[in-house]
């Protein structure tokens, strides 16, 4: 499924012609791919994410794995602006499956 939009640049406020495109992939292995494609006629800085929620089988956050092909992630500061781009510690490393709540709740890990 395909979700796409175009915009002056008066709406989204970008500074100028953006155009987005949203590629959701269902594969029969039960994988699901989001893929983001975005161009802007001026330069900017785009940083689009995905806040979906899925059942996952469980109620408990302990019991489910996650896997995330990066590593690295983007800082932020207080106000939730990126500062820059780190490479993921061991908490935040979700290169190979692991459970969720394995190593958040570590306070050794925690900086």
Do not use: W
């Not at 800085?45 to 408990?60: D, M, Q, R």
């Not at 896997?67 to 602006?81: F, G």
Request: hydrophobic share 35%; net charge positive; proline share 1%.
């Amino acid at each position: 499924m395909v979700f796409s939009i175009t915009d002056s640049g008066k709406k989204s406020l970008f500074p100028g012609k953006f155009h987005l495109k949203v590629t959701y992939k269902i594969y029969q292995n039960n994988k699901i791919e989001i893929l983001f494609a975005s161009k802007c006629s001026e330069d900017c800085i785009v940083n689009l994410t995905n806040h979906a929620y899925y059942c996952l089988g469980s109620k408990h956050l302990d019991e489910l794995k996650m896997k995330i092909n990066s590593s690295r992630y983007v800082a932020v500061d207080d106000e939730l602006l990126a500062t820059e781009i780190k490479r993921v510690d061991k908490v935040f490393d979700f290169r190979k499956f692991k459970r969720i709540t394995r190593d958040i709740f570590d306070k050794d890990l925690q900086a």
